[in-house]
């Protein structure tokens, strides 16, 4: 068993004593949390052809007749925008809704392939088959549950919604350039290696330039998830954190808003 399934296990079971009394509690103070979520806000980045942003409006805000202070707020939003989750019903008609993806894919180890450099060169740079091989090399194979995570950079420019998205033009999708996965890439991710979820700091799990969204086809149709619009990968090792990554259950809804964090063991960014 690798060093971060490992921490998994420690993190997600209360062991018992030998005397079957007493449990052992998490002890924190071992990881460093790092939250890999935007705010919502009225800043937050949605696809151009969403109807509306996130909108917040105040019910209540000040104190009562008896005296105590009281705040309440509706929110409403789209699903897809912001930090938030892929289900895959969202490209396959078969695939599971938000509220039945199953946790384990929304725990894991996380693996974190770098591509900043190259996409500093080009915006459209997809990560090739080539790139998960040297990582590999590197840090080991991915193991089967896993949560890929792709590190672009492109968090830094949030939230300009032109320099983050190539192009600010409202209702057009078709000038987006922005890098993210490759389709192959992540058909070895998904059919060879059968890792739970994939995840990136862009607006998509496909590239800006997209029009066919292979990348979303090829996780649907095996029932794996996409995290959009992360941030903070940088603060992440290449293996050995854990992500954990819960979306509002939405009785079938195709995806929605997600808090994402990690655990990083201490000494190992």
Known sequence: MSRAHTHLLVMALAICSAAGLHAQVLDLSRYELVDLTHPFDARTIYWPTSPHGFELQRLSYGRTEKGYFYSAYAFSAPEHGGTHIDAPIHFSDSGHTVDKVPLSQLVGAAYVIDISSAAARDRDYRLSVADVQSFERE?????????????????RKWPDRKAYMGDDTPGDASRLHFPSFGAEAVRLLVEQRRVGAIGVDVASIDYGQSTEFEVHQIVAAHNVVGLENLRGLEELPPVGAIVIALPMKIENGSGGPLRAVALVPRGEK
């Open 139 to 155: 840090h080991g194979r991915i193991p089967a549950g896993a949560i890929v995570l792709l590190r672009t950079g492109w968090d």
